[in-house]
């Protein structure tokens, strides 16, 4: 190579380097990445401007038959989708069905709430009562002994819409059948839920006490009734009638005049139902309901109340005055025995009274079946329970609570609220954070409703 030709090459070298040196300046600095195996796919990767996917976490509401009505379905619209409810299974067979049409022809719709089948057993259970006892007199009147009458439903068996019913000396007559509902869709009503559970739990009838009279409070003097010739048997009812659960007691009511229409007279006597009182799902209503109802002798027998709270009182003063309450909604294991679970078995409830009897089921049964659906269909572990102060919730929130621990899961958190509240927010944010997976709250209408519309904004 001649000088020339040499001093041209080392310029080419020159100028290739300054432009290396340039290109290298623009680049970040980054460790040198090896391409994968043949034999390995590429990953299926996000773009880089999308955030990571995250698992939301869910806390599962379930309320209870409390809250099983066309008004509550109403009120929560598209926010309740897809939350839970305990209550009583709903019947089903022929007997039901044509109860359900004869409901349909006299009301214009179908039955609104969950109870209307056991409203329709207690009724028909205290007339075969009646019908028992009633003594034809030689002047066409009856006399209807009120001692008499109340053992008669102590001993009584019945098979009815609900099923097959026995009272025990707890007063307790139902065959424990629990139905899970869950709200699908905000067009639904409460017919409509109650017509799909999701699950259900059937409990054999306590067999403790079954047939067993208990003694009559020491020194009562109950008398009779007399129903005059041509009299009608006049019966009363004290439910919740007005306010934002009266569909649970207007629903009953209709099923005490069906079941009055089809059991007919009595030894030649119609039956009317001639008293319709409001327990207004509280103490004071059941009371003041209790002590109009025992004002007018003429009255054989009740049926109610609607709300258990109202039942504590009302029990007290009908016992007392010898007029039998029978309950086709009060489930509060208080007003009747607590420890059908438990290895010594049932004791009578602190509010237990003679002549109370009940054709829905004892909670501590629905909140088995609650709790056996979170744990065993739900996978669920822990959870957090919310009752309003009232002998029902509370009594149900205690049921789930023990038979959730039982099958191993955990109560992390067991709060109340009050039964006119209405901002919910600062429970629900201390549910939110107390880690659990599933809210369980036995409350009524509005604040139930409070409960499911502010979840969404608690998030």
Known sequence: MNRRSMIFAIGLLAIFSLVLAACASTQPDAPPVEPPPADTPEPDMPPETEEPMMDEATIFLMGADGLLSDTHFENIGASGVGVYYSGPAIPSGDDYTEFV????AAYGERPIQAFHAHAYDATTMVLKAIDEVAEEQADGSLSIDRLA????????SHDGLTGSLSCNEFGDCAAPNIGIYRFTDASQTAADVLGASVATSSFD?????????PDAPEGSDFGAVVVAAGAPIELATLQAISGAVA????DQVRAVEIAIADYGDIKGHTVQLSQEEDDLCNSEGGQLGAQRIVANPAIVAVIGTSCSGAAVPASEVLSAAGVMLVSASNTSPRLTATGYLAAEGPSRGDAWSFGYFRTAHNDEFQGRGAAAFAFDNLG?????TINDGDPYTQGLTTAFGASFEEFGGTIVLATAVGKEQEDMRPVLTEVAASGAELLYFPIFEPAGNFIILQAEEVG
């Not at 009458?149 to 009584?156: E, G, S, V």
């Not at 009838?205 to 009279?213: D, E, H, K, R, T």
């Not at 569909?247 to 207007?250: A, H, Q, R, V």
Request: charged share 5%; glycine share 14%.
């Open 101 to 104: 049409g004869k409901y349909e």
């Open 149 to 156: 009458l109340t053992q008669a439903m102590y001993a009584m």
């Open 205 to 213: 009838p306590p067999s403790a006490g079954m047939g067993v009279v």
């Open 247 to 250: 569909s649970l007691g207007t």
């Open 380 to 384: 669920l572990t822990t959870a957090a």
